[in-house]
Nanobody, 121 residues
Framework: QVQLVESGGGSVQAGGSLRLSCAAS????????MGWFRQAPGKAREKVAH???????SYVDSVKGRFTISKDNAKNTLYLQMNSLKPEDTATYYC???????????????WGQGTQVTVSS
């Protein structure tokens, strides 16, 4: 089991930027996939960005070109740089340890507590 703690959320106007961080516990960090997910009120949790143990990345179409996922294995930390934010990006953002590298929130059991991102127009 991995403990994950997110930080960096907040309120910003449309067009602004935020960087989320996720600190992970454990000695095996970097050997499994990690992901950022988000959930807006009344909506299902969705994958935003995913990064493999080899550093390969993928993004949901709605954030391509605006968000960048990265990790620092030496610091056991995952990041999500979010630029050109839109009101529809408003959600609670969660990081996750995706041991199966599935990208599916239904197959993930290790989640952070979430951090709120609010984008106003």
């Amino acid at each position: 089991q991995v403990q994950l703690v997110e930080s960096g959320g907040g309120s910003v106007q449309a067009g602004g930027s935020l960087r989320l961080s996720c600190a992970a516990s454990g000695d095996t960090y970097g050997t499994y996939c990690m992901g950022w997910f988000r959930q807006a009120p009344g909506k299902a949790r969705e994958k935003v960005a995913h990064i493999g143990s080899d550093g390969s990345t993928s993004y949901v179409d709605s954030v391509k070109g605006r968000f960048t996922i990265s990790k620092d294995n030496a610091k056991n930390t995952l990041y999500l740089q979010m630029n050109s934010l839109k009101p529809e990006d408003t959600a609670t953002y969660y990081c996750a340890a995706d041991f199966q590298c599935s990208g599916s929130p239904y197959l993930i059991s290790d989640w952070g507590q979430g951090t709120q991102v609010t984008v106003s127009s």
